[in-house]
C-alpha cells in the first residue's frame, strides 16, 4: 500500500501544483500568449497618439477638395471634405466566425450608475443604443460578457481576434454590416478612454468590448476591459479608370470619370522612359482635368481615379508627347 | 581720301534706310476698307451665335443670367443696324432690323418646346425659322443686288439656325461633347457667312470700299486671328461660369478649349513653322489656360491666396505671350504694346468672371461684350504685323481690280493715222532725197 501512497500523493501533489499554477494564471498566459492585446496602463497618454492619427487622415483628405454640390453655389459657403450619406441597421444578430460566435444582439442603455448596460444573458450581446448604428459614420459599440459565474460567455474569446478578421453584424431587416479588427486593447477599468470608444469620429467603427484581466470578486470583479476596435468594409466599387489621357504641349489631360463618388485624380509621370511613375498632382473633380508641365512632351502620364472612400482605379493607359 | 569716305558714308546711311523704303513700298496691310466691313460683320455675327447658344442653354436651365444674356442679344442685333445704314441707308437698315432682331424672339419657342416636352410647340418654332431664312436669305440678296444669290445666302442662313439649334438639342440630351463641337462648327460659320457677305457688298460697291477686296489673304488671315482670338475669349468666359457652376458640361467646355487650342497651334505652325508652334502652345496652355481655370478653382474654395497665385501667374502670361508675340513678329507688333493688350484681355476675362460671382449679370455681359470686341482689335492689329513682316506671302493684296489701259484705241479707228504720217514721212523724204540729187547733179 506504501506504494499506493507515494502514488497518491503525487497525483494529489500533481494536481495542487495545477490547481496553485492555474490560480497564478500561468495557463492563461501560455494559452494567451499569442493574443494581439496590447495593454494601456495609461490611457491618457495613448490617445494624445490617437489624436495625432486624427490630424493625419485630414491631411490625407485635404489631397482632394469636394464641394457640396447640394447647396447652391451662388450664396452658400464650400464645403471641404463632404462625407457619404448615411445608412445605419438597427442590430439583431453579431458573428465573429474566427472565434464561433454567433449570438443575438440586444438594444442596452446607460445603468443609474453611469456604466453601460450588459444583457442579463450571458450568451447574448448588447448594442449601446443611444450610440452610433453600425453603418454610420462614427463609434457604434457592442458589449458582451467574457463568462458567467458559471462558464464561458458569448465574447470569451474574444482577445484571440486578430488584425484583419472579420465581424459582421446583420440588422432587424437582413441587411448585414461587416467589420474589419484594427486593433485590440486592454485598459484599467476605470481608466478607459471612453471619448475614444464612445465619442465621435470621422471614421465608421464598431468597437467590442468585454472583461479581461484579473477577477477579484471583492473588487468588483474583473480589473481590465478588453476593447476591440473595428472598421466597417466598405463595399469596394471598382473605381471607372480614366480614359482619353492625352499629351498636348504643356497639357496632361484626360476625360473625367462619370461618377458621383469620383472626387479627384492622380496624375503620375515617368521621367524614365516609363520605368518608374510617380505621383505628380492631386486634381479634385471640380477642377479642370489637366495637369500643366512644360517638359509633358518628354514624359510618360498616367492617371488614376480616387472615390470619397479612397479607393483609387486601376492606371489608365499610358500616354506620351508627339515629340521627345 | 575724303571723298571715299563721305560715299561710305552716304553708302552706310542708304542701306539704313532700306528697310523702311522696302516697307514703305510694301503695300501688304489687313487695314483696307473692305477687310474692315468683314471684319465688323465678323465680330456681329458671330457675337450673335455666342449670345444665342448662350441664351439657350441659360435660359433651358433657367439660370439667373438668362435676361441679362437677352438684352446683350438684341443689344447685338441693334449693333448690327448701323452697319447695315452706312451701306444701304436707313430705310434698308430699319427693314433689315425689323427682320433679323424678330428672328431671335423663336429661340424662346425651343426652349419652351425643349422643358415642356412639347412637339406641336417645336415645329411651330421651326417653322418660323423657315420663315425668317427666307425672308431675310431674300434681303441679303436684293440689298447685294444678287451679288449674294438668294439660294446661297438662303442655304448658308438654314446651315446657322442648325447650327443654333444642334447645340441646344445636345445640351438639352446631355450629349456635351456632342454639342460643343456643333458650338465650335457654327461658330466658325459665322465667319463663313461673312466672308461671303463682306465679298459681296464690296463687289457690288468697289468704289465705296476703294477698290479693295475683302477675300484677299491678309484680309483672310486677320479674319482667322479674329476667329481664333474671339473663340479662345468666348469658350473661357462660359469654362469659367461652368466650372463655378460646376455644370455637367464643364468639362466638355474645357475640351472644347483644348480643341481650340491645337486649331490656333495649327495656324501658328502655318505661318511660324513647327517649333514656333510647339512655343505658342506652351505659353498658351501654361499660366494662362490653367490659371483662368485656377481662378474659378479659387473662387469656388473661397481661397483668396490661391486667387492671388493664379492673377500672378497670368501677369506672367502676359509677359511671356507678349514677348512671344513681338519675337515671332520680328517686332512687328512692339512687345510693350503686346504685353499691355494680352494683359486688358485678362482683365477682361477677370472682370467678366467676377461680376458673374457677384450676380452682377448685367455687368458680367457688358464686360463680356467689350472684351469679345477687344479680340478683333488683336485680330487686327496682330494680323497687321505678320503681314508687314511677311508682305511677299500677302502682297497679293496690291492686285488691280481690272486690267491696265494699255491701248489708245488707234488701232480701233479702220484706216490708221500712223499710216498717213508714215506716208507723209516717206513723202517728204523721198521729196527730200529727189531734191538734194537733183541740185548735186
Not at chain 2, 50 to 70: C, F, I
Request: glycine residues 6%; proline residues 3%; charged residues 25%.
Amino acid at each position: 500500500m506504501k506504494r499506493d501512497w507515494i502514488w497518491y500523493f503525487s497525483v494529489m501533489g500533481l494536481i495542487a501544483l495545477f490547481l496553485i499554477l492555474y490560480e497564478t494564471n500561468v495557463f492563461a498566459n501560455l494559452t494567451k500568449e499569442d493574443t494581439e492585446v496590447v495593454r494601456v496602463e495609461n490611457p491618457q497618454a495613448a490617445s494624445d497618439a490617437t489624436e495625432q492619427e486624427e490630424e493625419q487622415e485630414e491631411i490625407l483628405d485635404g489631397e482632394f477638395t469636394v464641394i457640396n454640390k447640394e447647396k447652391n453655389m451662388k450664396d452658400e459657403e464650400v464645403v471641404k471634405n463632404e462625407r457619404q450619406a448615411e445608412d445605419g441597421i438597427i442590430p439583431s444578430r453579431i458573428s465573429i466566425p474566427a472565434i464561433d460566435v454567433d449570438a443575438s444582439v440586444e438594444e442596452v442603455g446607460i445603468l443609474d450608475n453611469g456604466e453601460m448596460g450588459v444583457p442579463e444573458d450571458p450568451m447574448k450581446a448588447g448594442w449601446f443604443e443611444p450610440g452610433t448604428q453600425p453603418g454610420n459614420r462614427g463609434n457604434s459599440v457592442i458589449a458582451g460578457h467574457v463568462d458567467s459565474r458559471t462558464g464561458p460567455a458569448v465574447f470569451y474569446h474574444l482577445d484571440q481576434l486578430k488584425k484583419g478578421d472579420e465581424i459582421t453584424v446583420t440588422g432587424e431587416d437582413g441587411e448585414e454590416k461587416t467589420y474589419v479588427v484594427q486593433k485590440l486593447e486592454s485598459y484599467p477599468e476605470n481608466q478607459s478612454p471612453i471619448e475614444q470608444i464612445f465619442g465621435s469620429t470621422n471614421e465608421k467603427r464598431l468597437n467590442l468590448i468585454t472583461c479581461t484581466g484579473e477577477f477579484i470578486r471583492d473588487q468588483g470583479g474583473h480589473q481590465d476591459r478588453l476593447v476591440v476596435y473595428s472598421t466597417l468594409k466598405e463595399p469596394v466599387e471598382e473605381v471607372e479608370v480614366p480614359t482619353n489621357v492625352k499629351v498636348s504641349g504643356a497639357f496632361v489631360t484626360w476625360h473625367a470619370v462619370r461618377s458621383d463618388n469620383v472626387v479627384g485624380y492622380r496624375v503620375y509621370e515617368s521621367r524614365d522612359d516609363g520605368e518608374t511613375f510617380e505621383k505628380v498632382a492631386s486634381i479634385s473633380q471640380h477642377e479642370r482635368k489637366a495637369y500643366s508641365e512644360s517638359k509633358a512632351g518628354e514624359y510618360q502620364y498616367y492617371v488614376t481615379a480616387v472615390d470619397q472612400q479612397g479607393n483609387e482605379s486601376a492606371p489608365s493607359s499610358i500616354a506620351m508627347g508627339s515629340y521627345k | 581720301m575724303q571723298n571715299i569716305k563721305r560715299i561710305l558714308i552716304t553708302l552706310l546711311a542708304f542701306m539704313m534706310l532700306m528697310p523702311s523704303i522696302a516697307m514703305a513700298d510694301s503695300h501688304a496691310t489687313v487695314k483696307t476698307p473692305a477687310s474692315d466691313l468683314r471684319a465688323t460683320l465678323d465680330q456681329l455675327l458671330s457675337e450673335h451665335f455666342v449670345l444665342a447658344t448662350t441664351y439657350l442653354m441659360k435660359a433651358y436651365d433657367e439660370a439667373p443670367d438668362q435676361d441679362a444674356v437677352w438684352e446683350k442679344l438684341d443689344q447685338n442685333a441693334q449693333d448690327m443696324t448701323p452697319a447695315i445704314a452706312s451701306i444701304y441707308g436707313d430705310e434698308a437698315a430699319q427693314q433689315f432690323e425689323d427682320i433679323f432682331r424678330g428672328h431671335n424672339d423663336y429661340v424662346d419657342g425651343f426652349v419652351e418646346a425643349a422643358k415642356n416636352d412639347d412637339a406641336e410647340a417645336r415645329q411651330m418654332a421651326e417653322a418660323e425659322v423657315e420663315e425668317f431664312v427666307n425672308e431675310f436669305g431674300g434681303f441679303l440678296a436684293t440689298a447685294t443686288e444678287g451679288n449674294l444669290p438668294e439660294d446661297a445666302a438662303k442655304q448658308v442662313l438654314e446651315a446657322h439656325e442648325q447650327d443654333v439649334v444642334k447645340v441646344f438639342d445636345h445640351y438639352v440630351n446631355e450629349e456635351y461633347q456632342e454639342a460643343y463641337q456643333a458650338f465650335r462648327e457654327g461658330f466658325n460659320r459665322m465667319f463663313d457667312i461673312s466672308k461671303a457677305l463682306s465679298s459681296a457688298i464690296v463687289t457690288q460697291m468697289p468704289e465705296k470700299f476703294e477698290q479693295t477686296k475683302a477675300d484677299t489673304p491678309a484680309a483672310d488671315l486677320r479674319s482667322n486671328l479674329n476667329a481664333l482670338a474671339s473663340e479662345h475669349f468666348a469658350l473661357a468666359v462660359l469654362e469659367m461660369q461652368k466650372g463655378y457652376d460646376q455644370a455637367a458640361d464643364y468639362d466638355f467646355v474645357t475640351w472644347a478649349e483644348n480643341e481650340h487650342t491645337s486649331d490656333f497651334k495649327a495656324a501658328i505652325a502655318s505661318l511660324y513653322g513647327e517649333e514656333g508652334a510647339v512655343q505658342f502652345e506652351k505659353v498658351w496652355q501654361q499660366d494662362h489656360i490653367t490659371a483662368q481655370s485656377e481662378i474659378v478653382t479659387a473662387a469656388l474654395e473661397e481661397d483668396e491666396e490661391a486667387r492671388q497665385m493664379a492673377e500672378e501667374n497670368l501677369m506672367m502670361f502676359a509677359e511671356d505671350f507678349g514677348a512671344f508675340l513681338a519675337t515671332a513678329t520680328e517686332g512687328n507688333l512692339p512687345e510693350d504694346a503686346a504685353k499691355e493688350a494680352v494683359w486688358q484681355h485678362e482683365e477682361q476675362v477677370l472682370n467678366t468672371f467676377d461680376a458673374y460671382v457677384d450676380g452682377d449679370y448685367t455687368k458680367a455681359y457688358d464686360h463680356f461684350r467689350e472684351g469679345y470686341g477687344f479680340m478683333f482689335g488683336i485680330g487686327e492689329t496682330l494680323g497687321d504685323a505678320i503681314v508687314k513682316q511677311m508682305p511677299d506671302q500677302f502682297e497679293q493684296d496690291m492686285m488691280p481690280e481690272q486690267m491696265p489701259d494699255t491701248g489708245m484705241g488707234g488701232m480701233s479707228d479702220g484706216i490708221t493715222t500712223w499710216m498717213w504720217a508714215a506716208f507723209g514721212v516717206l513723202a517728204v523724204v523721198a521729196a527730200g532725197a529727189l531734191y538734194r540729187k537733183q541740185t548735186n547733179s
